[in-house]
C-alpha cells in the first residue's frame, strides 16, 4: 500500500488527506493542534460524501489514516509528502529539515499560495526534490494544483509527483517560471482588490460583487476559463479582433489594479457586517455542503459534454481500479455496477428522480452487452441494441450518498430479443431500492430496423442467458 504524509492538518492539508485516502493511500498526519483530529475528521466527513459522486464506479478502498506524533514519524516510509503549514518560511524550513531527516527521497509539495520554491529549498541538501503543489479548496473536489518545480528541481521527481498527483485526480498545471504567487492567485488577487475598493468607496456590497460573479461571468469561466471566453466576444473575427476592440479600454481608468485601500476599522467592519448580511444565517459547515453540492452538480453538467473538469473526472475515473469486476460480472445475477448516488439525481424529494433509475438499468445493461460484444463500440461496427420497453418497481427511497449496486439478469436471448431484469441494492443495509426490466432488440444501424445478431455475438450472449438461469453464486 502506498503511503502519503501530510504535514499540517488545516483546511488545505485535510483536503489533500481526504483526497489520498479516499483513492486508496495510506496516510499518515502530523498536526500540534490540539484540535486538528476533528478539524480533520469534519473534513474527512465531507469528502466522503461528495468525492464519490463525482464518478460513476466506486472509488478504491479508503485508505488508513494514522497520527504521528512528530513530523518526522509521519514523514518516515511515505512515498510522497505533503506541507501544508501556515506561510511563515522560517517555520517551513524547519519542518523541512525534520523531513529530510527521516525522508531523504519522497517527493516533497508544497501548498504554499506564496513562496518560490527557490525560497523553500534554501538550505537544504535534498532541495532538489522539493516543488510547489499549490491546491485550492475544497482540494478533496477541485482538480488543479499548480506544480512550480523552479531553478534546481528535479526533473525525474517532478514527474514522478505529477504522475501522482494525476493518479488522485488532480490537473498538475506546471508553471514554468517561477513567480510569486504562481498564476491563479495572481488573478484572485488582483478581483480582490478592485472588489475591496467596490466596497470601500460604497459602490457595491459584498452580495452585489458576488451576484455579479455568479450569475455572470463566473459560469463562463468554469467551462472556457478567460482567453477562449473573449475569443467567442469577438465573433467571426475571433481574438484578434477581440483585441482590435477592446483592447484600448485596458488604458482607461476603470480599475485600481495597483493600488490596495487601506484596511481601516470602518472598511473592515463595512466588509464583515455586510458579510454577516449576506450569508450568516447558515454555519461554516452548511456552506461548505452548499459549496461541494454546487460544484459537483456543475463538475458532472461539464463531465456530460467532456468539457474542461468534466472530461477530467471522466478521465480519471476510467484509470480507477477495479479488481473486483471481472468477478462481478461473472457471478450470478451480474454485479454491473457499485457506485454512489449523486446529488444531481435527486429531486424536490430529496430522493433519486424516476429518469434515474432508467439510467442505471441502461448502464446495466451495456455492461452485459460489452461482454458479449454489444457495447456502444460496436455501433461503428453497423449494429446495436435498442431498448423497446423499459419497466421500474420503486420498493425503498434512494438518497444521495447511498452506496448502491446494481445486480443484472439476462432472462431471455432468443433472434433478436433480449430481456434483461435489474435489481438496486443500499449496500449499507442490503435495502431492495428497485426492480427493473428491459426488452432489447438487436437493430442494423444501416436500416435501422431490427435484424438477428451475428452468429458469434448470439452463440456469446445465449451463452450468458444459460448461465444466468442456473442458481444465484
Avoid at 500500500?1 to 489520498?20: E, L, N, T, Y
Avoid at 522560517?90 to 508544497?110: C, F, M, R, T
Avoid at 475591496?196 to 461571468?217: M, Q, S
Wanted: glycine share 10%; net charge negative.
Amino acid at each position: 500500500m502506498s503511503k502519503a504524509a501530510v504535514i499540517g492538518g488545516g483546511v488545505i492539508g485535510g483536503g489533500w488527506a481526504a483526497r489520498f485516502l479516499l483513492n486508496g493511500w495510506d496516510v499518515a498526519i502530523y498536526d500540534p493542534d490540539p484540535q486538528a483530529e476533528r478539524k480533520i475528521a469534519e473534513v474527512l466527513a465531507n469528502a466522503r460524501w461528495a468525492l464519490p459522486m463525482l464518478y460513476d464506479r466506486a472509488l478504491p478502498p479508503e485508505g488508513k489514516l494514522t497520527w504521528a506524533k512528530t513530523v518526522g514519524e509521519a514523514a518516515e516510509g511515505a512515498d510522497y509528502i505533503q506541507e501544508s503549514v501556515p506561510e511563515r518560511l522560517d517555520l517551513k524550513h524547519k519542518v523541512y529539515a525534520e523531513i529530510e531527516a527521516a525522508n531523504g527521497q519522497a517527493p516533497l509539495g508544497s501548498s504554499t499560495s506564496g513562496f518560490r520554491p527557490s525560497e523553500l529549498r534554501d538550505g537544504m541538501a535534498t532541495g532538489a526534490r522539493v516543488f510547489v503543489a499549490h491546491p485550492f479548496n475544497p482540494v478533496y473536489l477541485l482538480p488543479l494544483i499548480e506544480v512550480v518545480p523552479g531553478e534546481g528541481g528535479d526533473p525525474a521527481i517532478i514527474e514522478r509527483a505529477k504522475g501522482f498527483l494525476k493518479g488522485w485526480g488532480f490537473y498538475p498545471l506546471e508553471v514554468r517560471k517561477e513567480i510569486d504567487a504562481h498564476i491563479a492567485d495572481r488573478f484572485l488577487e488582483a478581483v480582490w482588490r478592485e472588489a475591496l475598493w467596490l466596497v470601500r468607496d460604497g459602490i457595491a456590497t459584498t452580495e452585489e460583487i458576488d451576484n455579479a460573479i455568479r450569475y455572470g461571468f463566473g459560469l463562463r469561466w468554469g467551462q472556457m476559463g478567460l482567453f477562449e471566453t473573449y475569443r467567442i466576444a469577438g465573433g467571426e473575427g475571433g481574438m484578434s479582433h477581440f483585441i482590435a476592440q477592446f483592447g484600448p479600454c485596458l488604458s482607461w481608468p476603470w480599475t485600481k489594479l495597483m493600488d490596495v485601500p487601506d484596511l481601516t476599522p470602518e472598511l473592515i467592519e463595512a466588509i464583515g457586517s455586510q458579510s454577516d448580511a449576506q450569508s450568516g444565517h447558515m454555519t461554516i459547515r452548511e456552506l461548505e455542503r452548499l459549496r461541494d453540492t454546487n460544484l459537483i452538480s456543475m463538475m458532472r453538467a461539464l463531465r456530460a459534454r467532456g468539457s474542461a473538469a468534466g472530461r477530467l473526472i471522466a478521465e480519471h475515473e476510467a484509470t480507477i481500479p477495479a479488481p473486483g469486476r471481472a468477478a462481478d460480472l461473472a457471478a450470478v445475477p451480474a454485479i454491473t455496477a457499485r457506485r454512489v448516488i449523486p446529488v444531481d439525481w435527486t429531486d424536490y424529494n430529496g430522493h433519486v428522480n424516476e429518469s434515474r433509475y432508467g439510467q442505471i438499468w441502461s448502464d446495466g445493461t451495456d455492461e452485459l452487452l460489452r461482454e458479449f460484444g454489444a457495447g456502444p463500440e460496436r455501433v461503428d461496427s453497423g449494429s446495436s441494441f435498442f431498448t423497446v420497453q423499459s419497466n421500474t418497481a420503486y420498493r425503498a427511497e434512494a438518497m444521495a450518498g447511498d452506496r448502491v449496486r446494481c445486480e443484472t439478469r439476462i432472462e431471455e436471448a432468443s433472434g433478436k430479443k433480449l430481456r434483461v431484469t435489474h435489481r438496486l441494492i443500499r449496500e449499507a443495509d442490503e435495502a431492495l431500492l428497485a426492480e427493473g426490466d428491459q426488452i432489447l432488440l438487436h437493430v442494423d444501424m444501416a436500416t435501422r430496423k431490427s435484424a438477428p445478431p451475428p452468429a458469434e455475438m448470439a452463440a456469446r450472449m445465449e451463452d450468458m442467458a444459460r448461465r444466468h438461469a442456473g442458481p444465484v453464486r
